[in-house]
């Protein structure tokens, strides 16, 4: 099943509304670039670690403001923590526009991940935004299945893989989901030779990246012991070549759409499988720490991550 490697990610622009998601490889940075530059990057960095859409517009919105306020071409290096402890104030006090402690909270958020990303890749030495408090606000949870759910929607899958028109892509999609809890974009660059099958009652999944930057994400991720079969069936129905599903995201929505609405449930997507993938490890005593490599998660995404975890899979109050 060994497949060549495929280059590294296509750089044709896709449109979103809050404009371009991709331009190609923004340029390295370093600790002397300007801040704009720095946006740019992060921008790409939100989407390819797939931050929803809402939270991407709102973080560049926030960081426009920042610009603004410190400049556009003020070296990302050259920024402390006395820089934004100013700009804060300046939001309460001097900026002449109501700051709610929601608005608030998010933009302190956002120079966290904005900081703490730079700081994660060695662009910069040290976290300016580390020091300051994170104001508690109040988000809503991430929507996950019950285990009522979980089981109707395999039996759904199930279905359609033995209907008059077998279709395995279905099962395929949502059990490599909710074992893995990987992204949407990891999912849709899977290349059949990410695939292992040598041990068919314990196949395995190797998350990769092109991108050089991105090889500390790369991991090694157990399968549903039912994979192979499954994977039999599915590259015989639908013969791809090179990457195990060969079409759009957007496609693979419509898929879970589908399913969702054959199985008589609300919401089933990337998101809420991902969220039901890591509640479940979670809660069958999986270490934080090996959770968060499986989820593909930073340090400092993973102690938002944890918090939410511990509400959904908790006892009820």
């Not at 920042?66 to 309460?92: C, E, H, M, P, V």
């Not at 279709?167 to 899977?190: W, Y």
């Not at 290349?191 to 790369?218: G, M, Q, T």
Request: proline residues 9%.
């Amino acid at each position: 099943m060994a497949v060549k490697q495929l280059p590294l990610f296509p750089v044709e622009e896709a449109k979103g509304k809050y404009g371009p998601l991709v331009r190609g490889m923004p340029p390295p940075l370093t600790r002397d670039s300007p801040l704009s530059a720095a946006i740019d990057s992060f921008k790409a960095h939100m989407i390819e670690e797939g931050f929803t859409e809402n939270t991407i517009k709102a973080f560049l919105s926030d960081l426009r403001i920042f610009s603004r306020y410190l400049g556009f071409d003020r070296a990302i290096g050259q920024i402390a923590t006395k820089d934004l402890n100013n700009f804060l104030t300046y939001l309460q006090l001097y900026r002449g526009k109501p700051c709610s402690p929601k608005s608030y909270a998010r933009r302190v958020t956002t120079l966290k991940s904005f900081f703490g990303w730079l700081a994660e890749e060695g662009i910069i030495p040290n976290n300016p935004a580390a020091p300051i408090a994170q104001p508690p606000a109040s988000s809503p949870l991430p929507q996950i299945l019950y285990q009522s759910q979980v089981a109707k929607l395999l039996e759904t899958t199930r279905g359609l893989m033995h209907a008059e028109k077998p279709d395995a892509r279905p099962h395929l999609l949502v059990t490599l989901l909710l074992q893995t809890g990987i992204k949407k974009s990891e999912c849709i660059n899977i290349e059949l030779n990410h695939i292992d099958l040598s041990d068919p009652e314990a196949p395995v999944l190797y998350i990769r990246y092109a991108d050089p930057r991105k090889r500390h994400k790369e991991r090694k991720l157990l399968l549903p012991s039912d994979f192979a079969p499954t994977l039999r069936q599915y590259l015989e129905e639908y013969h791809p070549k090179e990457k195990l599903f060969e079409c759009t995201a957007r496609n693979l929505e419509y898929v879970l759409d589908k399913v969702a609405q054959m199985a008589g449930l609300d919401n089933v997507s990337f998101e809420t499988l991902r969220w039901t993938c890591a509640v479940r490890d979670y809660q069958a005593g999986m270490p934080p720490d090996k959770l968060r490599r499986k989820l593909g998660l930073s340090k400092i995404r993973w102690s938002v991550t944890l918090r939410k975890l511990e509400k959904l899979a908790g006892p009820a109050l």
